[in-house]
């Protein structure tokens, strides 16, 4: 079944084509997804004459190859001397009246479905409830094929194509694999299929209906001959699904979106700027995941990860373990400050030295007082922390001078690092900021929100947490303990006895809180005043359920609520202008990067603040740091 679009005068469709024996099957146009990530008005028109057909006229290149000037055009069906084909398209099978229940009235048994499902979490539970009704209800085979694999984008196609029989699954492809071409093989008895369909108040349904679906007829037979048939073989026997852990999902999922970037680049690896907070570690064990498949690939027998594996380490033996490819292409930097602890620069070193990067130190301090230092002299300004005694606006712009100092550094090293590795290709650059705290607006503009590709974009912290548990013991990474015990900070500020920069307290939110009101925003398509509402519920200091939910006043409600919305408006500039093509995980993702066709509206007293060049000092202090 190919996939490919169709124009005449009036329209252009999305459509699928089969294949007859040689010659060209039915073109047959689809319904559209206009939802979530994608919306296919656009460029395409959905088709609405639900059994109608008409002919097309083949181009003549193709009317050469399949000597017919013309194939049927339109809702139709196949038809075999043992059976009947027809097929719907992705969307169709979410839809409220999906095409083969339609067609399974007119008799047809066999369906299948070309999709482009992307991954988001938990999704395959869905996909599979969704074909287990549909195949259950009406009684048929159910062919489903989903895309697999990274083009590009910020989504990434799962694969797990299916087969299922009256609503029992018999057969499916891995989830997330490395493979170019994946295949699920059936064996089954169409009598199964009409004794499931004896039922009087489905033939009922059939004898009203008012369909009729317009019927190719081709001498191909399914079944084998009487004469070749074999007593020993059976049908295949039912299966349980298999599901990952959320953890599991997000190592793997992560892992083949970055491979795909990896390979597809050219480039010869990702440089992370590794502060020794969950975030930016997370990124770095969602890149150990992505070695750890290919090597498992490369052993396999996977001969275009080892011709690729062969690109990126040119005449150098081929890696044996996930800790000589890391070596190879994950570069980690700390950057640290006079602001920053000892206990993050340990940790990144110690993680670093677990997954095998090749990792450096650094200090951004010269850089820093550089830029201090031309403040003063150009505005006459001394600008101080707030613990210092200076204003608000100081300490922030004092805050941003690191971030956006991390931010150049970081493309440098980047740019730099291949020359004195004497690598193939640049290094991608890889961001670590999490869905909450980009929705809240707690980044600065041109920071580590800003890289190449973000593999944790879309996921929030507390999944984040998840991952590091997992990988902990799955990976036997024993140096995320210390990670996961270390309480969220940005490390900006000075530590005084009496102050210690938490993002939740400087958020004024919670992960927690972030989390759900982020679902509840994207997902459930809330206002302020709807989420009011339901929190009041669900939060409410009188409800009587006893669980671990903050119990709040309405006043405290709304005040949260009322600071959620504002900063999600206030900060949709950073958002759209700064945010990383992220993996698209979950569906509480950023809407501004992707399919948001409005252009947003600064603020009042928001201002558009570009990063001042540092190239000066900051050249000589990457050129002494990389000992050039």
């Known amino acids: 079944m190919a996939r490919f679009s169709t124009s ?62 013309h194939v049927p055009f339109g809702d139709v069906v196949l038809s075999t001397p043992d059976s009947t084909y027809g097929s719907e398209y992705c969307e169709e099978l979410w839809a409220p009246e999906s095409g083969s229940v339609l067609q399974s009235l007119d008799g047809v048994e066999i369906f299948s479905n070309g999709s482009s499902s992307h991954y988001e979490l938990q999704k395959l ?69 009409r004794a499931h369909r004896q039922v009087s108040s489905r033939n009922f349904q059939a004898a009203r209906k008012t369909l009729q679906y317009y019927r190719i007829q081709t001498p191909f037979e399914l079944s084998p001959d009487q004469d070749d048939a074999h007593l020993s073989r059976r049908p295949t026997l039912p299966r349980e699904p298999k599901y990952h852990h959320i953890a599991e999902e997000l190592a793997l999922a992560a892992g083949c979106w970055l491979w795909d ?116 002299e150009s505005l006459d300004i001394h600008p101080n922390f707030r613990m210092e005694g200076g204003s608000d606006e100081e300490g922030k712009s004092l805050q941003n001078i690191q971030a956006r100092i991390r931010m150049v550094t970081a493309y440098t090293w980047a740019q730099l690092l291949p020359l004195k590795r004497q690598l193939r290709g640049g290094l991608l650059v890889l961001g670590s900021s999490n869905v909450g705290e980009s929705l809240r607006g707690y980044f600065t503009k041109w920071d580590n929100s800003a890289a190449d590709i973000s593999p944790i974009g879309s996921v929030d912290k507390q999944d984040l947490v998840r991952l590091l548990e997992w990988a902990k013991g799955e990976f036997s990474l024993p140096a995320l303990d210390e990670t996961l015990k270390a309480t969220p900070t940005a490390e900006l500020e000075p530590v005084t006895e009496e102050y210690c920069q938490s993002d939740e307290v400087d958020m004024g939110m919670s992960y927690a809180e972030l989390t759900l009101f982020g679902r509840l925003r994207k997902e459930k398509k809330m206002g302020p005043y709807s989420m009011f509402t339901h929190l009041v519920r669900l939060w409410g200091r009188h409800r009587d359920e006893v669980d671990d939910a903050p119990r709040l006043e309405p006043a405290e409600i709304a ?64 050129l002494e740091e990389l000992e050039f």
């Open 8 to 69: 005449d005068p009036r329209w252009t469709w999305p459509t699928q084509v089969g294949d007859n024996l040689g010659q060209a099957a039915p073109c047959c146009p689809a319904l559209i997804c206009a939802a979530g990530n994608y919306r296919e008005t656009r460029w395409f028109t959905p088709w609405m004459n639900r059994a109608g057909w008409e002919e097309y006229h083949l181009p003549r290149m193709l009317q050469k190859l399949q000597g017919a000037t």
């Open 125 to 193: 539970g869905d996909r599979v409830q969704l074909i287990a009704a549909q195949s259950k209800k009406v009684g048929g085979l159910y062919l489903y094929s989903n895309q697999q694999g990274c083009d590009g984008e910020r989504v990434y196609y799962d694969g797990c194509s299916m087969i299922f029989l009256n609503g029992e699954l018999l057969a499916a492809t891995p989830q997330f694999t490395l493979q170019d071409v994946s295949v699920a093989v059936a064996t089954v008895d169409l009598e199964d299929i």
């Open 559 to 622: 005040a949260k609520v009322k600071a959620f919305h504002h900063f999600v408006s206030t900060c949709a500039d950073r958002i759209s202008l700064t945010c990383t093509k992220a993996t698209r995980a979950t569906r509480t993702g950023l809407i501004y990067v992707r399919f948001f066709v409005s252009s947003p509206l600064l603020a009042a007293g928001a201002t558009l603040c570009e990063p001042i060049p540092l190239t000066g000092c900051l050249r000589s202090a990457i």
């Open 261 to 376: 970037y990896l390979a597809r680049s050219g480039s010869s690896g990702y440089l992370i700027p590794l502060s020794g907070g969950l975030d930016s570690c997370s990124t770095a064990v969602l890149v150990y995941a992505m070695a750890r498949l290919a090597i498992s690939a490369m052993d396999a027998g996977n001969k275009t990860v080892t011709d690729t594996l062969r690109r990126i380490f040119g005449d150098h033996p081929l890696p044996k373990t996930a800790q000589e490819l890391c070596h190879r292409v994950l570069h980690t930097v700390y950057m640290g400050a006079r602001v920053s602890s000892g206990e993050t620069r340990q940790r990144a070193r110690d993680i670093a030295s677990s997954l095998g990067s090749y990792h450096m130190e650094m200090s951004i301090d010269s850089v820093y007082d550089a830029m201090k230092t031309t403040v003063t």
